[in-house]
């Protein structure tokens, strides 16, 4: 079955940096995309940043513009989310998601249990 193994939440101090890593598995097709969403406790849940398989592109909220940077690694199934420069509006439970038959991550067909990550002021 379809797996998504986030990892890499934590507290961190407002200015720092926190990288989160995905390992999806299960899946055979070629055409797909892993993303990144987050809800805060109370708030809506929003897309943070996406990876898709057909060139490798990226795409980014505009509220994590230049300040996070998504990566795939050599297996390109295992994706990162560096963050830097984090604020306390970045405080979320980070989830994983997996977009089958698709580049966009709009949809996620599968998610994962979450990471949180806590940025204190």
């Known amino acids: 079955e379809v797996q998504l193994q986030a990892s890499g939440g934590g507290l961190v101090q407002a200015g720092g940096s926190l990288g989160l890593s995905c390992a999806a598995s299960g899946f055979t097709v070629d055409d797909y995309a892993i993303g990144w969403f987050r809800q805060a406790p109370g708030s809506e849940r929003e897309g943070v940043s996406c990876?898709?398989?057909?060139?490798?592109?990226?795409n980014y909220a505009d509220s994590v513009k230049g300040r996070f940077t998504m990566s795939s690694g050599n297996a390109k199934k295992t994706v990162y989310l560096q963050m830097n420069s984090l604020k306390p509006e970045d405080t979320a439970v980070y989830y994983c998601?997996?977009?089958?038959?698709?580049?966009?991550?709009?949809?996620?067909?599968?998610w994962g249990q979450g990471t949180l990550v806590t940025v204190s002021s």
């Open positions: 990876i898709s398989s057909h060139d490798g592109s990226t």
């Open positions: 998601t997996l977009s089958l038959y698709s580049w966009s991550c709009r949809a996620p067909d599968y």
